[in-house]
């Protein structure tokens, strides 16, 4: 078994620094997104996007995604209208789809049927959107509008 080379982490693990690597390639893909989007090209396949928004997944919840979630996330993020089924992770699919709009898009927004919802699944995938250099904001009939106006 091996460890990694910089903090010494056994690999069976996702170390810190595979997070800051993580947080460097999308860094690397959002700049790429600008530049494209300035020269009026860009890719329309989210093939790396989305290898990266799996491995993120894995690297901050340590779960894999299962197929029907990825293929769910790259359908959604190529916007798609997708139906899964209960049970099937919508929710993890979503927020990778969202990571994934983040390199494209300067806002994403992710609407869901009731506010408990929305709390539940924001609190859960903050720590992917922190890891990765996203700025994450929750919208709520409880917040004021301006605080509304930042989410
Ligand atoms: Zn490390």
Do not use: W
């Amino acid at each position: 078994m091996t460890s990694c080379e910089t903090c010494g982490l056994l690999q069976t693990n996702y170390c810190q620094c595979v997070r800051l690597e993580l947080h460097k390639c999308f860094q690397r893909l959002r700049q790429r997104a600008q530049q494209d989007k300035t020269a009026g090209s860009h890719s329309q396949s989210f093939l790396e996007e989305t290898s990266l928004a799996v491995t993120a997944a894995e690297s901050v919840f340590e779960f894999k995604p299962h197929n029907v979630q990825i293929a769910g996330t790259a359908a959604t993020a190529s916007s798609a209208i997708v139906e899964m089924r209960t049970g099937e992770g919508k929710t993890n699919a979503h927020a990778l789809a969202a990571l994934i709009r983040s390199i494209f898009d300067s806002s994403v927004h992710v609407a869901t049927t009731t506010e408990y919802l929305a709390q539940r699944d924001f609190a859960s995938n903050l720590p992917l959107f922190q890891t990765l250099g996203g700025d994450a904001e929750l919208s709520s009939s409880e917040a004021s509008p301006a605080a509304n106006r930042n989410a």
